[in-house]
């Protein structure tokens, strides 16, 4: 290499690393990430592709702007509860007792006496009491856990006992019956996919009966000549009932007719209801038990609970989210008609110097998250080319729109008015990128 090739110039990792927005980057990310912006720079500087006294420049700006990959997104699709995009998101109130809990904190010990404590109490109090017809909770990792711990202690090396219409797949290739077989429970399928009545649940049941369980088929529904048994029914066979109810409503929910709710579940006479945290109850992945003192006692002493019990930052959450305002999935899901109409307009209106064939039209927005699946939610959507979701999707911050009959449509029902004017931005920006501008 000559002397005075630009090559030789390009300035050492160890200098660069002294620069003091890299000092700073490092300190925020981790040596890693800097290293490998700083490493693609020098690179680029040595083919000849930046000019040397531009290198530290150029790591400044390909830094990662987060310290972990997963990307805030702007929900535009219109489903509440979309598994793709994290669920339910959290409030306000949930997510500042998140950053509180993520320290040293008493999660499982007594500031008065200096002693151990019960781990998550405060969370565990605040579940029960938002369902008081409980006699005592539990909290696990997620729904699905929920139900491997209530089968496993109730029914292990014995029987469950489950209508034919209720062997479900939740999504994913997450098969209800797999997941109890994994429990080294046997199975016990009674009636048909349309019609189980409550004799043949009488029929089934034996000494090798270590439950019933009803749980709610979530993400599909089986209309005309069909009948179920309800948990008042099952709950008089003198064996207990575990009724999985899904969504992890707590109480009856006007809005949703069909949805089962664990109140009613517990009213009924259900020995445990299951359900999962981050579907409509609106809070952080967990699975949730509400049961009777004696059953839930029995799961807490399971040596399983201790395998699927949930973080401290999970039980911070799970008591903000109980205690603390509405969540953002019950504003979402309650939004009102005639705001959401005004805001969509509103946003055309912003849209149409940019793209002047914007329009606004009807758009049904769901529950998602494999809950009640029959339901619309009228609302309203501006629809644009379809051509821009790619980039919508690729742009900062990523919108997620619904894509549909050659339209994507924006549907603002999950974005959090706070968040318009960012949105307005994207959407410019996306049409400048994909030259669809009026
Ligand atoms: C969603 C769902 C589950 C699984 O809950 P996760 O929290 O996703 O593990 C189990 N049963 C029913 C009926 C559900 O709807």
Redesign the pocket.
């Known amino acids: 290499m000559p002397d005075d090739d630009p090559r030789r110039r390009v300035p050492r990792t160890d200098v660069l690393l002294a620069d003091p927005r890299l000092v700073e980057a490092v300190r925020r990310l981790g040596p890693g990430p800097v290293k490998e912006a700083v490493t693609a720079a020098q690179q680029r500087a040595r083919a000849g592709a930046l000019p040397p006294e531009d290198v530290a420049d150029a790591a400044f700006a390909a830094l990662p702007t987060r310290p972990a990959s997963m990307r805030p997104v702007l929900n535009a699709t219109g489903v509440v509860l979309h598994t793709n995009l994290g669920r339910a998101p959290l409030s306000p109130a949930a997510v500042e007792a998140v950053t509180a809990a993520a320290g040293y904190v008493d999660v499982e010990y007594d500031v008065a006496t200096g002693r151990r404590a019960r781990r998550g109490r405060g969370a565990l109090a605040a579940l029960r009491a938002a369902v008081p017809a409980a006699g005592d909770v539990l909290v696990v990792n ?4 929920a ?1 491997v711990l209530a089968t496993t202690a109730l029914a292990a090396g014995r029987e469950v006992v489950v209508s034919r219409g209720e062997m479900v797949e ?1 999504g994913d290739g ?1 098969r209800l019956p797999d997941l109890i077989a994994s429990t080294g429970a046997r199975l016990r399928e009674v009636g048909t996919t349309n019609r189980t009545s409550l004799a043949d649940y009488a029929a089934a049941l034996g000494p090798d009966t270590g439950c019933v369980l009803k ?2 088929p ?1 993400n599909f529904r089986v209309e005309g000549f069909t009948s179920a048994v309800g948990v008042r029914e099952l709950s008089m066979l003198g064996v207990p009932v575990v009724v ?1 109810v ?2 992890g409503l707590l109480h009856p929910e006007p809005l949703l007719p069909d949805e089962p709710d664990a109140t009613t579940a517990l009213t009924d006479g259900a020995s445990v209801v299951t359900g ?1 945290g ?2 409509l109850l609106g809070g952080p ?1 967990a ?1 949730l038990l509400l049961g009777t003192a004696e059953v839930v006692e029995r799961l807490r002493r399971h040596p399983l609970a201790r395998a699927l019990r949930v973080d401290k930052l999970t039980l911070a959450a799970m008591e903000a989210t109980l205690r603390g305002p509405a969540t953002p999935a019950h504003l979402a899901l309650h939004a009102d008609g005639g705001t959401l109409r005004r805001r969509t307009e509103s946003l055309a209106r912003r849209l149409a110097p940019a793209h002047p064939e914007v329009e606004v039209v009807p758009c049904a927005g769901a529950v998602g ?3 009640a699946p029959g339901l619309v939610l009228p609302g309203w959507a501006v629809a644009l080319p379809e051509e821009l979701a790619p980039a919508l999707r690729t742009g900062d911050p990523v919108v997620v729109a619904r894509v549909e009959r050659g339209r994507t449509l924006l549907d603002l029902r999950c974005v959090p008015d706070a968040d318009d004017e960012r949105l307005v931005a994207a959407v410019v920006a996306a049409l400048a990128r994909t030259g669809a501008e009026g």
């Open positions: 997620n729904g699905a856990a139900l939740i997450f749980v709610h979530s999985d899904g969504s999962s981050d579907k992945q699975g998250g494999g809950g």
